[in-house]
């Protein structure tokens, strides 16, 4: 069982950045590629990015391509989303999840775990 705990959200203003964080206990994290979902109010949770296991292969949704970037430290059990000239359509809770497969993984369904959710607020 793996428990992941996002953290870094908040309210910063269109062009602004920010970083999210997901710490995971219970198992290390080194053994499932790691993905970041966001859910907007009233729509469904849309990918976003997923790391290979070693961080060598990444993968982005078209919307963020260029402005975010996902990496891990597996010393730290940690993984990472950086987010660039934010726009107020990135506004959502943005998850992190872990996923017991090979490649990158954009479906909800192919991940395992999740976190909490932590919220993101861009003002125009």
């Known amino acids: 069982q793996v428990q992941l705990v996002e953290s870094g959200g908040g309210l910063v203003q269109a062009g602004g950045s920010l970083r999210l964080s997901c710490a995971a206990s219970?198992?290390?994290?080194?053994?499932?590629?790691m993905g970041w979902f966001r859910q907007a109010p009233g729509k469904e949770r849309e990918f976003v990015a997923c790391i290979s296991q070693t961080g060598g292969d990444t993968y982005y949704a078209d919307p963020v391509k260029g402005r975010f970037t996902i990496s891990r430290d597996n010393a730290k059990n940690t993984v990472y989303l950086q987010m660039n000239s934010l726009e107020p359509e990135d506004t959502a809770v943005y998850y992190c999840?872990?996923?017991?497969?090979?490649?990158?993984?954009?479906?909800?369904?192919?991940?395992?775990?999740w976190g909490q959710g932590t919220q993101v607020t861009v003002s125009s």
């Open positions: 219970g198992r290390t994290l080194s053994s499932y590629v």
């Open positions: 999840a872990a996923s017991n497969l090979y490649g990158t993984p954009a479906m909800k369904n192919q991940y395992l775990y």
